[in-house]
Every structure is written in C-alpha cells, then in structure tokens.
C-alpha cells in the first residue's frame, strides 16, 4: 500500500483542489479512499447542537456531489486502495457557550482504509472538523472518494473574531438571507454575524419598550424582523457556531428616531445641504444636550441588550457631525447656560453614559475607532474597537493597548466598486474602486503590528457589506466568493508554518473549488474567471 506524506508547506500539490480555508497543519498520502460510508456518528451523545450538525452534515454530504471544475474531464471513478466506513468524533467538553474566547481547535484523521476519527475540545471545534471533512469528499463517476489519504489535519484558528457585516437598514435583508449568509459563513468557518440592524434610514428591527421606532421606521410590514425572527437567527447562528453581534450606532445614524421622537434628535434631515451636517443623506445625530435623549439612548442599549446573547455590543459611534450640534439651537442654549462645557465635554458624557450602561448591563462594548481617535473622550480598556478608516488605524489601536478588529475600507468594504449612488452625481463613490478577492486575500491584519504584545491584541478581522447598492437580488454574490478571501487568512494567516506567504496565483484554484462547492450549496457566488481558467488551473495568469 501507499502511504507516503506530503506535509503543507509553501504550497503542497495535496491541497491544489482540497481544504478552505487551508488547515493549520495537514500532512497527506497518495492513497484513494473509496467513501462507501461518510455517515457522521457521536461517541456518545453530549450536545444537541453537535447532534443537529451530524444530522445536517450527514444530508449535505450524502446529497452532495462535487467534483472540481479542474476534473471536468474524470467521467470515471478511479481506482482506490482503501475504503472509508465513516467519521467518529468525539469531544472533550459538551458546553455550548459561545463567546469570543471558544476553542475551535480540532485534529482530523482519515485513514486509507478504516473509520475516519474528529477530536475536538469543543462542540464548536467539531464543527469546523466536520465541515472539512465535508470538503474532503469529491466525487468522480458518480462514486465519492478520499483523495491523498491518509489525512492528519490539526487545525485553529489565527483569529478570535472573523466577521461579516451586514447592513440591514439601507435595505431590507429576509430572514431566509441571513440564514442563507450564515450557513456559507459556516463553510468558510466565518464565526461572527455582525449585524448593522438599524441606521438613520429604517428601523426594521421590534421594539417593545418603544414600539412605534418599528411601526413608524420601518419600511413597511413586510419589512421588519420581530422578537422572534432576532431569536431564531441568533439560534440558527449558534447552531453553526456563529455570534451574532448588533449594532445599535449612536449618537450619529439616527435620524430614524426622529419620525417618532423630533424632539430628540439634532439637525434632522436637512436638505439640500444634508453634507454639511452627515456622511449621507438622512441625517440626524442624538441630541447630546438632552438627558432625555441619553436616557433614551440607554433604554435602547438595556432592550437590546437583553435581546441579543452574545456579551458583546456594538455601540457605533462613527462619523459624527460636530456642525449637527454647534447650529443646534438647544446645543447653543445648553452652552450658553454652561459656559465651562463643550460640544466635545458633551459628546464625551454621551459617550461615558452610554459605555457605563453596558458594564452594568456585564456586555463588552464595541466601537468604531472615531470613539477613540476622533473624540476627547477615552474608552474602557475592555472597548474593542473596529479600525476601517485607513489600514494604519490597527497599529494605531493596539499599541493604545485596545483590542482591534480590521476592517479596513481600503480592503474589506465589499460595497465599493459600484459608482456614487447620489442622482446627480455621474462619478465614483468615496471608497471606488471593487475589492476583488485578490486585494482581500493581500491584505494583512497584522501589517505594521510591531511586537508580539500588540498582535495578540489583534483578534479579529471583517468585512463590509453596507446596503446603499445591495439587497437581496444581490446579496450572494457581493460577499460570495470575496468573504472566503478574508476567511482564509483570518483563520489560517497569510503564511504557514515555514513562514511562506501564500500569493492568490497559488491559491486560485482551491478557491474556485471553494466557489464551485458554494454554488452547489445553493449560495449564488459569482464567477471569478472563465470557466477555461477554472478548469485549466495556472493558464490564466498575466505573464511575468
């Protein structure tokens, strides 16, 4: 029998149709493994979770038939040295706690002949085992096969924190697409749905300790998500080892508070000269001289708060307008009668209230990082802050101290590339042009981050979507495959083990594998390439 290793290195023929995002560590043979059984079983059954992913796994795999493009031409099944009689798992501990700090680690085996074995330490690191073993299968001819076996993966993530943003406010977003989002993001193993739920133009999501922000902020009835559409993507989410993170943004992004509430909101929807006073078109910014627009602001944080799980909370923070507030004529008024207050010392107890409330409430606060560079006011330690103004912002936060998640606009804004969607304006939109999956693969979270104290503090990465140009005709295929770019080097770095830095030439291929498996996964990735490209892998390179 076969059986000699290739270990991953700068890049192993193994894996040039195989694994992504590509494992930590993966030694393979040159053995086929007929896969007369893939059947999933737990040793012994500790997790309802970890069972319902058997159980959905086991569908998939036996429904699934995936070849890659490459093999366009294998009509036959190949002849095979071994046979696989199924995966056994088992796991070291059954707590389904999901939290920023879950073990995803697991080690998978898969012997040229025999029962395949997945050890992990948690159900969570199950998962992302089950979902390679997933990727392991190819079929040929009709016949599912092992190829390269024996296969000794161990594998873990780099970062703590790989995400998605979605913006559900711009536009509407069902609940079928977010499901369907997180199930590809549970094939990239993405862990984190960061949900950008409300903004200045709609308020989607149920309110009941203020009903009317939905009834009159949203875009309609048919356009909302209730109490119970939120807590069945935060279990569907869970069930794939997916936290999902709200963002309710505040002071700016909130003029939708003023159809129902004017009286708490700055400069609300001025026209036509909205950009002296916001970003974009509406705007609108909590008015920080009322008490009553703070405390109102904490009632939103003490709901949703309690709604949401997961211990952290996304409090925005970003783009606030100082000129909202300096011709705001209760501003003027509040500082008139305080002449030792600011604007800035106003904005800063806004913001100390706002940050006092999720500790109380035992939450992690999550800010964009105009709270800590922009601002006067100094956030806890514990604040994680998300960098996307420019690539510099990550050193910057770290060596602070604060923890930082890269979502750089240079790189992982997926809403660029599409023109201004101003009427009147036929040019290009701020953050032109597209970010293909090549700039995102080249981009490097950690680029800059000088000592090994500061890249711990480095714990995640993210990308993008806000929905000025995106709803659900076009959802799929501005994240799918360019999500799987950031995947990759989120959960595997830009360099293995050896220290080479992976280039797109040399991982082209298995992401076309990986845009081919989607699509057959009922996730309408767009193409990358010609079909020929795909199915003749290096010939579509410019020369060098």
């Not at 086929?32 to 058997?54: C, E, F, K, M, R």
């Not at 990358?528 to 290096?538: D, F, T, Y």
């Amino acid at each position: 029998m076969k059986l000699a290793l290739a270990i991953l290195g700068a890049l192993s023929p193994v894996l040039a149709h195989s694994i992504w995002p590509v494992p930590t560590k993966y030694e393979g043979g040159n053995c086929t493994t007929a896969a007369a059984s893939t059947q999933i079983v737990v040793g012994y059954t500790v997790s309802q979770l970890l069972a319902n992913a058997v159980d959905r796994y086991n569908s998939l795999i036996s429904k699934e038939s995936f070849t890659p493009p490459a093999d366009y031409n294998i009509t036959k099944a190949p002849a095979t040295d071994g046979s696989l009689s199924g995966l056994q798992i088992s796991i070291s501990n059954s707590d389904e706690a999901l939290s920023l700090d879950t073990d995803e680690s697991y080690t998978l085996d898969v012997p040229v002949d025999g029962q395949a074995t997945l050890k992990a330490n948690t159900v969570y690191g199950a998962l992302r085992g089950i979902e390679t073993y997933s990727q392991l299968i190819i079929t040929y001819g009709g016949v599912k096969v092992v190829k390269d076996t024996p296969v000794h993966i161990e594998d873990s993530p780099v970062l703590k924190h790989r995400g998605i943003l979605l913006d559900t406010s711009r536009n509407y977003f069902a609940v079928d697409d977010i499901k369907r989002t997180l199930d590809a993001m549970s094939y990239n193993k993405l862990n984190v749905f960061h949900w950008h739920i409300v903004d200045a133009q709609s308020w989607p999501v149920e309110s009941k300790s203020h009903p009317e922000l939905q009834e009159i902020g949203s875009y309609g009835p048919d356009m909302r998500y209730s109490y119970g559409d939120v807590q069945d993507i935060i279990q569907y989410g869970k069930e794939r080892g997916i936290r999902i993170i709200p963002e309710f943004d505040m002071p700016g992004h909130t003029y939708i508070i003023s159809e129902s509430h004017p009286d708490l909101i700055s400069c609300p929807n001025v026209q036509p000269n909205w950009a002296n006073y916001a970003a974009e078109p509406p705007s609108g910014q909590f008015n920080i001289a009322k008490r009553a627009a703070t405390d109102f602001a904490i009632s939103i944080i003490d709901e949703y708060a309690a709604l949401f799980t997961d211990n952290t909370f996304h409090l925005g923070g970003d783009e606030v307008n100082l000129n909202c507030w300096n011709d705001d004529p209760d501003v003027k008024n509040y500082l008139k009668a305080h002449p030792n207050a600011t604007v800035q010392t106003l904005l800063t107890e806004f913001y100390t209230n706002v940050h006092d409330e999720l500790a109380k409430l035992k939450k992690t606060g999550i800010s964009w990082e105009e709270t800590l560079f922009h601002t006067e006011y100094t956030p806890p330690k514990s604040t994680i802050i998300q960098a996307w103004i420019d690539a510099q912002s990550i050193p910057d936060t770290v060596a602070k101290g604060y923890r930082s998640i890269a979502s750089p606009a240079s790189a992982y804004y997926l809403d660029c590339g599409h023109g201004a969607w101003l009427s009147n304006f036929d040019g290009n939109s701020w953050c032109d042009p597209f970010k293909t999956w090549m700039h995102i693969y080249n981009f490097d979270p950690f680029a800059n981050v000088t000592t090994e104290a500061q890249r711990k503090l480095v714990i995640g990465a993210e990308v993008a979507l806000w929905a000025e140009q995106a709803d659900w005709t076009t959802l799929d295929n501005y994240l799918w495959p360019r999500a799987c770019a950031m995947a990759e080097t989120a959960w595997s770095g830009k360099a293995d083990s050896n220290g080479h830095v992976r280039t797109t030439a040399e991982v082209a291929q298995r992401l076309h594998d990986q845009r081919f498996r989607l699509v057959g996964r009922g996730i309408r990735a767009e193409p990358m390439q010609a079909l020929w490209c795909a199915r003749n892998p290096g010939m579509c390179l410019l020369p060098s």
